[in-house]
């Protein structure tokens, strides 16, 4: 199929998908690369000695009612305001730590993808408005919420581990003490407890919260491709899809291997594309990986569909495609896989802690060792592994705006009555313009089988999502991306979809923390000029497939075993002192690089 000749799909869903980048170029997003956000896209209020911050309960005294205030910003976080303005220096400047929330500025016109600038609103560059939340980001971390909203896949906690203390008292020392339970930790775990050369090391297992989390399996190295070959050369770029795709293999064959109940189900995946630019740089991709790793490569086997095959084949009829791509990939339970892995690791001597959050470090200069302070106490380490993900700065400050969280949403559907009887084969993205839908039907065999997990539609909230980033509060829901995502399904899938269950569409929604860093990659390796702080962390809402490798990787280094590492290891996943000099630089979007590829 000549991807020149297809129709043009409808306008919709047009927005700007935010990321977190240090230069134009970016992975963290999976549906190609950025551009700079236009210069009017992010209002703030402009310098006025009658303009001050306020408290959400009080009368701020401007014309414009209080919830729609042109002048004050508000932030939700703990409803202390502050004002954006011009310092001596022409320099725009915040007056507070908290987030910045632009909810209030007059609201722009989004149908076309564009905004509508007001024009008495003076409005700064966008790297002008990036320098103030790249202050507000650098000011600090906050720690984990009390009461986050229950995950789907949590429902219901694990009996035997989601409140387990292997001991009552929280022990004094260990040799290693891993910081996060996820799959990151668990796997960390496991890696260092399967040396049978020595003798296993004493590990202590600190988790905030109950134990564990996880998402699904879906490599879609084609659409970062092309970025790695340009930034790190052709050879990286196949490291790292070659390790994608290994990642995913070695996460399912684990579990089969070891009979953990996850509802693991390797499958194909397809990403269903609604716009010409990111048709043809599907092709431009897949050739370039076919080039370079050979057609039969596993990591290059891609099969294109046109719009017709699209909504037959893959069920939506909907709004109109323009094509899809399908490959290998998988779903599973990443709760029940961790809640098994450390199990398993349990039994090889692994102490877990839950409810039990770390809330510093400590370096004891001279003695080699690792202080983590808690709520229970403090416990000395030789060595400190940190899978924190979006949550790391909080922990250890030089590492902020170095991992920047962000909040994503996510929702369980009930299938329509239309849907397929035994539920949909493949996983899903749905890519358009500048954002995208990823979707995780549950196998058959799974508890609530037929349902669909999908997330995503950041663009949709207010300032495309700028106050998403620099959270780690997952206890609430964006009313703007509920709304949105609850009306996914059928727009994808039209007829397809039929009637809503009659218990309702939605079963379930959600919020998550993800860790992005400024060059989209992960960081894995020893802390530099810190001996024995380790971190496997910023996996960029790509986890899944990465972080069971990652962990592996970590393991070899922390035991001194990394000789041939770098043979399947990217060096650009590796923690570095130019990567910890790299910060935040501002939201970045994903409409151009598109262009810039098929310019090249």
Request: glycine share 10%.
């Amino acid at each position: 199929m000549n991807p020149s000749t297809s129709e043009k799909p409808q306008d919709y869903a047009k927005g700007t998908e935010s990321r977190v980048t240090g230069k134009r170029r970016a992975m963290v997003m999976p549906n190609g690369s950025p551009v700079l956000t236009d210069a009017s896209a992010i209002p703030i209020a402009p310098t006025s000695p009658t303009f001050r911050p306020h408290n959400k309960h009080q009368d701020c005294g401007h014309p414009e009612s209080q919830n729609n205030c042109a002048f004050c910003l508000r932030s939700e976080a703990d409803f202390n305001n502050y004002l954006v303005t011009r310092d001596e220096d022409g320099r725009w400047v915040s007056s507070g730590r908290q987030r910045v929330d632009l909810s209030g500025v007059p609201r722009r016109l989004f149908q076309s993808g564009r905004s509508e600038p007001t024009p008495e609103i003076e409005r700064p560059s966008v790297e002008e408005v990036d320098d103030v939340l790249r202050d507000v980001i650098s000011e600090g971390c906050e720690e984990l919420a009390a009461c986050p909203t229950q995950s789907y896949w949590q429902d219901p906690p694990d009996k035997e581990i989601a409140d387990l203390r292997t001991t009552e008292e929280l022990p004094a020392r260990a040799d290693v003490v891993i910081i996060g339970s996820g799959i990151s930790g668990a796997a960390a775990a496991w890696n260092l407890l399967q040396d049978d050369n020595s003798p296993s090391p004493s590990i202590v297992m600190l988790e905030a919260r109950q134990a564990c989390s996880g998402g699904h399996t879906k490599a879609a190295s084609y659409r970062s491709f092309l970025d790695n070959a340009a930034t790190l050369g052709t050879a990286a770029a196949v490291k790292i899809a070659r390790l994608e795709l290994a990642n995913i293999n070695a996460m399912h064959d684990f579990a089969k291997e070891h009979s953990i109940p996850c509802d693991s189900n390797p499958c194909t995946t397809v990403d269903i594309i609604y716009d010409e630019s990111h048709w043809r740089e599907a092709y431009k991709a897949v050739d370039a990986m076919r080039e370079a790793l050979g057609p039969d490569d596993p990591a290059a086997v891609y099969s294109f569909h046109d719009k017709e095959e699209v909504k037959t084949k893959f069920h939506c009829a909907g709004t109109e495609p323009v094509g899809g791509v399908s490959y290998g990939a998988g779903s599973i339970s990443g709760y029940k896989l961790g809640v098994g892995v450390l199990k398993l690791a349990l039994r090889r001597g692994l102490n877990l802690q839950t409810n039990t959050p770390a809330t510093s470090l400590t370096r004891i200069n001279g003695a080699g060792k690792w202080e983590v302070h808690t709520p229970r106490g403090r416990i000395m380490a030789d060595k400190v592994v940190l899978a924190t993900n979006g949550y790391t700065a909080h922990l250890w400050k030089p590492f902020q705006g170095v991992i920047v969280p962000l909040r994503g949403q996510i929702t369980a559907h009930r299938p329509g009555s239309n849907m397929p009887t035994q539920g949909l084969a493949t996983t899903y993205s749905f890519i358009y313009d500048n954002g995208y839908e990823y979707m995780v039907p549950r196998p058959v065999g799974a508890k609530n089988a037929g349902d669909i997990v999908i997330g995503g539609g950041l663009v949709k909230a207010p300032d495309e999502g700028l106050y998403e980033y620099g959270t780690t509060d997952d206890t609430a829901l964006n009313d703007t991306i509920s709304s949105y995502l609850y009306d996914t399904t059928p727009r994808y899938f039209g007829d397809s979809w039929g009637r809503d269950h009659p218990d309702g569409r939605v079963r379930k929604e959600w919020t998550g923390i993800m860790g992005y860093s400024p060059d989209g990659f992960p960081l894995v390796g020893e802390v530099p000029g810190q001996q024995g702080l380790w971190a496997s962390c910023s996996f960029q809402g790509h986890g899944m497939v990465l972080c069971w490798m990652c962990a592996r990787a970590l393991a070899q280094m922390i035991r001194g075993q990394d000789e041939g590492l770098d043979e399947w290891f990217p060096k650009a996943f590796r923690i570095t002192e130019q990567r910890m000099e790299k910060k935040f630089h501002g939201r970045l979007h994903t409409s151009a690089a598109v262009e810039n590829h098929q310019a090249d």
